[in-house]
């Protein structure tokens, strides 16, 4: 099982530049979402999508977009990069938002820089 | 709006003490929380939940945690710490219209060193 797979893994970016993060999962899971990971303060949810065409703001979603035209796929742009914006991303998903057994599953991140 | 603190962002243990780890929430209602254990370059993975059934819950690898309302703490225990235990740990919350925890508020996460 491949799980959750984001990429690329590593990504270094220019101020103003645009990018977009993958993320894509074979579980057939319901729920996608994107978390970022800044020291001393956790995860922070930035968008997520309960299923296929829909999507939804989380506690962060300014300078991001998101869209989810398939289950699997759900990537995240980022439209004119910040240093602000440099973190380490996280996709996770479930198979559903209302199940009561559905725990998030993680990708391993994207680690990306703006200078 | 739901919360939790971590109380410590960095504890350090020597192999084979106990492993204390704390947690409080913030909840207007009955909440359910989680941990997560995230090792060096990859992502988190659950440790065990909390939902209302059983005040202790026992999650993998030998850890557990007690939800005690009277506290409002949840804090994560392990008898006896291993080396292969050192990671980071985050407490979370869930968003209570998303039953299953996949809408989650985190801690800050606390480092956890396992000295030999």
């Known amino acids: 099982n491949a799980g959750v797979t984001q990429t690329p893994k590593f990504q270094v970016l220019k101020t103003g530049q645009s990018m977009t993060l993958q993320c894509a999962q074979d579980m057939n899971h319901e729920y996608m979402s994107w978390y970022r990971q800044d020291p001393g303060m956790g995860l922070r949810l930035i968008h997520y999508?309960?299923?296929?065409?829909?999507?939804d703001q989380g506690e962060v979603p300014n300078g991001y977009n998101v869209s989810r035209s398939t289950t699997e796929d759900f990537p995240l742009r980022l439209l004119s990069a910040a240093p602000s914006q440099t973190s380490v991303y996280f996709c996770?998903?479930?198979?559903?938002?209302?199940?009561?057994?559905?725990?998030?599953?993680f990708g391993n991140g994207t680690r990306l820089t703006v200078t | 709006a739901q919360s939790v603190t971590q109380l410590g962002s960095h504890v350090s243990v020597s192999e084979g003490a106990l492993v204390l780890l704390r947690c409080n929430y913030s909840s207007s209602v009955p909440p359910y929380l989680f941990w997560y254990v995230q090792y060096p370059n990859q992502g988190l993975q659950l440790l065990l939940k909390?939902?209302?059934?059983?005040?202790l819950v026992k999650g993998i690898n030998g850890f557990e945690a007690e939800f005690k309302k009277s506290e409002t703490s949840f804090h994560l225990t392990k008898p006896s710490a291993h080396m292969s235990d050192a990671a980071e740990y985050f407490c979370?919350?869930?968003?209570?219209?998303?039953?299953?925890?996949?809408?989650?508020?985190f801690g800050e996460g606390t480092q956890l060193t396992v000295n030999p």
């Open positions: 999508s309960v299923g296929a065409g829909i999507t």
């Open positions: 979370a919350v869930s968003d209570l219209t998303f039953t299953s925890g996949s809408r989650l508020t």
């Open positions: 909390y939902t209302s059934a059983a005040t």
């Open positions: 996770a998903s479930s198979y559903s938002p209302s199940s009561y057994n559905s725990p998030l599953h």
